[in-house]
């Protein structure tokens, strides 16, 4: 949800827009007019799904500087990338310089790296980050560059840089394709609409069978979304880390599906994370400052989401409790929430409930970095637009993860894969706790500010 802050002025990104307008395909550096290619001429590739790189300047046998492609029809945003690299030589020693990123803040200057894996060890790895720089480059126009210093050991081997953990759109499918499998009869998998270029939107519902009858009674519902903004992938991660927990057996897990309704839409942007942009949409629409009036030819996945919460939001039988929509962040670390600023004080301390209960499940979840506002810059924002024409009962925040690290006392741990499913998890958890709920069937009533309070300051004695 943070406001991107650009390094370029109209006339670079034009010229960027105009030169990089695909991905690189089996790119081979070599010295200019050379036919022979050898070990060591390194062969780049980007056009996979969610592949980033738009091109490659031969320095020379140990440097490289690397493209990023811009966001399709947007060339504000260059940040994701998601390339592999070939034809190696064994204990060949290079730099790769990224040269044209539009943000000047980033986590790279903090110690965060970017993530590889190859062949043989498939498991992504971060970069140790004593080869990682990130600063500002008088050769590149003043952009910011990120150079990072590699060692190729197996010859073999096919390695893939990326920018953080992807989660490609396929993944979604496959994983969800595996739940259908399993023939649960509290989960049920809808497609809400599709995008611009045809792909699945899906909405899942997760709920006790008897939840799902026109008998039940007054219902709560939870409404998750994730991935609006396709280069933040740790988001989908959190998603899925949820959704483990609130499909698997654990008696916590049950008691939340027996008393809440839960509907997850995990991926609103599913062309852009397909193409690899990292903010926008495949028409270049940043589509997290549309939600106040989305289109539904130009915002056809925001459009139908609204639309179903609207629905619910109007239902007599629907208490829609929660609205809670999960990013990744660039330039802070921990996770925390961004609430709404109401005028109301029992409504304002009502929302602060659900990120202290968090913050007490999840040792990466920061209260003190949970804030609540109006910019006028975010208006157009899921949390924003939908906290002003939802009823005052719906809680709406946004739920941001960084891409580096959290931090517990002095300790400082940057996020794995496994990490950010964790987080995912301990979020359902919280709501047991929110809802004040036993691991036996019983109907839900709410805490009170008050009763957080108490019980942090009976946990600080």
Not at 114 to 123: A, E, G, L, N
């Amino acid at each position: 949800e943070c406001c991107e802050t650009m390094a370029t002025g109209p006339s670079l990104e034009q010229s960027l827009e105009e030169e990089l307008v695909g991905n690189v395909y089996n790119y081979t550096s070599q010295v200019s007019g050379s036919t022979l290619l050898k070990k060591g001429n390194l062969i780049f590739d980007a056009s996979f799904e969610c592949g980033n790189l738009g091109k490659v300047d031969y320095i020379s046998d140990y440097e490289y500087d690397l493209f990023i492609r811009p966001d399709t029809y947007n060339p504000r945003y260059r940040v994701w990338f998601n390339f592999t690299v070939h034809n190696v030589r064994e204990e060949q020693r290079v730099i790769f310089n990224i040269v044209n990123f539009s943000k000047t803040k980033s986590l790279y200057r903090d110690g965060m790296s970017p993530v590889v894996k190859s062949t043989s060890r498939p498991q992504w790895e971060r970069i140790p980050s004593k080869n990682v720089f990130y600063y500002k480059c008088p050769n590149h126009q003043k952009s910011y560059v990120l150079s990072f210093a590699f060692a190729f050991d197996r010859e073999e081997d096919t390695y893939q840089f990326s920018y953080c953990y992807p989660y490609s759109y396929s993944r979604l499918q496959h994983y969800l394709a595996e739940q259908d499998k399993r023939g649960l009869d509290f989960y049920k998998r809808e497609l809400l609409c599709h995008s611009m270029q045809q792909r699945r939107v899906d909405v899942l519902t997760i709920t006790s069978p008897h939840n799902m009858e026109s008998t039940a009674a007054t219902l709560r519902v939870v409404f998750i979304t994730a991935r609006v903004h396709p280069g933040e992938s740790p988001a989908s991660f959190v998603c899925q880390g949820l959704l483990d927990f609130l499909l698997s057996q654990h008696s916590t897990a049950e008691t939340l599906r027996d008393n809440i309704i839960f509907k997850i839409v995990p991926m609103l942007n599913p062309d852009g994370v397909y193409l690899g942009n990292y903010r926008c949409s495949l028409m270049g629409f940043d589509l997290n400052r549309h939600w106040q009036e989305p289109s539904p030819w130009a915002h056809p996945t925001v459009h139908a989401t609204k639309q179903l919460l609207v629905e619910l939001d109007r239902n007599p039988k629907v208490d829609l409790d929660f609205y809670i929509d999960i990013h990744a962040h660039s330039t802070l670390t921990n996770g925390f929430m961004y609430g709404n600023v109401y005028e109301e004080e029992d409504r304002f301390e009502k929302q602060a409930i659900f990120p202290k209960l968090l913050a007490q499940y999840a040792e990466d979840f920061s209260w003190n970095q949970t804030s609540f506002n109006k910019d006028a810059v975010k208006a157009g924002t899921g949390r924003r637009s939908l906290g002003g024409c939802l009823q005052p009962k719906t809680l709406c925040y946004t739920l941001e993860v960084s891409f580096f690290s959290y931090t517990i006392g002095s300790s400082h741990s940057p996020y794995s894969e496994d990490s950010y499913l964790r987080l995912g998890k301990n979020v359902a958890r919280t709501f047991l706790d929110y809802y004040n709920l036993q691991t036996t069937t019983v109907q839900p009533t709410l805490l009170s500010p008050i009763q957080v309070q108490s019980d942090e300051q009976s946990e600080d004695i």
